[in-house]
């Protein structure tokens, strides 16, 4: 039998709903936030991912979805969306309209070990503030994360990380300073984390290997490394953010895995989910446009994992409210008969509204109920013959008969006080 993909899914009707609650809820609230929709190609050039994600990242160097297509095209499906973005400001010319401000939702591809929490098709989105320069749009763009999470009743199960990795200069004085204590000692660390001494120090940071963790506890601080720009920089961010009361924990060992970032990096973590913690990750990346050839822009922005949002709402046993419906049960064949057209002006009048087409009437109380209708409305010869329905109400049982003219008013009353 032919199945999924690996690390794929289908999301069957129930959970697409939510996926869409939880993207509605965040192109509405960062609408308020002055974010427009932008949406970018799933399949890029290779190269924009090599240049933008760094070659030591996990993403470069493991998990991309990389082939050569059938003229010789050197393709990725996109991991991430950040990077499109960056390379949509440049293509098309938008660097004449800063500051920008935009969001975008979709599907990313990533070839990490599935589990709980972590596919390798997965959902993102995001928002990006390209053309600031100042904490200003850091804070921006935080505050709509935190507004957004708190939309979905979430801010008081996540807790924002924060830190600062500094400017480029901050950065290479850190990663001196890490090589040499690591190198001192070398034989005490992970396997992967002597790998990253090579290649990327500043990863061993983001270990989870308690041989490496107890190391760190004496490694050298970012903080320490940090220019006095950037502990301003840094400074003006936690100010601003305690200014608007959203509560934060400075985490000195985040760092994120991706090359692009600059001084803010921030994550929502949940305790939650297992071992797949943050549900919202963002950073400031004033490198990223000017590394793919373009104007130097600075930006800011942060994406959220849908398919992690979705499965918090549920552990956390959310409701999950679906907009009500109402059942039609014709009685006989004139009924039948009448059915479309009773349906037409309900839909018409803003109605949702479910048939099911055949069986007795027993039969279709029970799909009635199991679609969660509100009420059914129930009609044979006799409803027709004196022009007044049955409607009932499935939750109480309570049922009422209503002249045909005034069934709308009645199921729109029912929507407000069941
Ligand atoms: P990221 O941390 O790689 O950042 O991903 C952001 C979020 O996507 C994660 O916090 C997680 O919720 C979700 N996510 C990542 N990988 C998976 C997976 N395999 N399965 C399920 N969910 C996943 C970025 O992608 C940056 N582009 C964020 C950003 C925007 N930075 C600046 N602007």
Redesign the pocket.
């Known amino acids: 039998m032919l199945q999924a993909v690996k690390g794929t899914r289908d999301l069957l009707p129930g959970t697409c709903r939510k996926f869409r609650h939880v993207e509605q809820t965040a192109s509405q609230i960062s609408s308020l936030y002055g974010f427009d929709e932008i949406e970018t190609p799933i399949l890029e050039p290779a190269a924009l991912f090599l240049r933008s994600l760094g070659d030591t990242s996990d993403i470069v160097s493991k998990e991309m979805y990389r082939f050569t297509d059938a003229g010789g095209d050197d393709l990725v499906l996109r991991p ?3 990077a499109g973005v960056a390379r949509a400001l440049i293509s098309e010319g938008l660097a004449q309209d800063l500051p920008l401000k935009l969001f975008y939702r979709g599907p990313m591809f ?1 070839r ?1 070990r599935p589990q709980k ?4 098709q ?1 959902y ?1 989105c ?1 928002v ?1 503030l390209l053309g600031v320069d100042s904490p200003a749009a850091d804070l921006e763009v935080i505050a709509c994360g935190y507004h957004m999470l708190q939309e979905l009743g979430l801010s008081q199960n996540l807790t924002l990380r924060l830190n600062s990795i500094g400017d480029a200069d901050s950065r290479a004085q850190f990663r001196e300073a890490l090589k040499a204590y690591f190198q001192a000692h070398r034989d005490e660390l992970s396997q992967e984390s002597q790998d990253r001494l090579e290649r990327n120090p500043l990863r061993i940071l983001d270990s989870k290997d308690p041989r490496d963790r107890k190391l760190l506890e004496q490694a050298p601080r970012l903080a320490d490394s940090l220019t006095p720009a950037a502990l301003e920089f840094f400074k003006q961010v936690q100010d601003g953010l305690k200014a608007l009361k959203i509560p934060v924990v400075i985490d000195p060992l985040l760092v ?3 090359d692009y970032y600059c001084h803010t990096v921030f ?1 929502f973590t949940t305790e939650n989910l297992g071992a797949q913690n ?6 400031r ?1 004033d490198g990223l446009v000017s590394d793919l050839g373009g104007p130097r822009v600075p930006g800011v ?5 849908t ?2 949002l979705v499965l918090l709402l549920d552990e956390l046993q959310r409701d999950w409210k679906s907009s009500a419906s109402f059942a039609l049960i014709p009685i006989g064949e004139r009924a039948e008969q009448e059915l479309p057209s009773l349906a037409q002006d309900l839909r018409r009048a803003g109605l949702r509204v479910d048939l099911s087409f055949s069986g007795n009437v027993g039969k279709r109380m029970k799909r009635a109920d199991k679609v969660g209708a509100l009420a059914a409305v129930i009609f044979g010869d006799n409803e027709l013959n004196a022009d007044r329905f049955q409607i009932k109400a499935l939750k109480t049982g309570t049922q009422s008969e209503v002249p045909r003219a005034q069934i709308i008013t009645e199921l729109q009353r029912l929507i407000t006080s069941p």
């Open positions: 991430e969306g950040t990533r990490e929490g972590r596919y390798r997965f993102q995001g990006e994120r895995g991706l994550e943050a549900v919202l990750a963002g950073g990346y922005g942060w994406a959220f994992g398919d992690r």
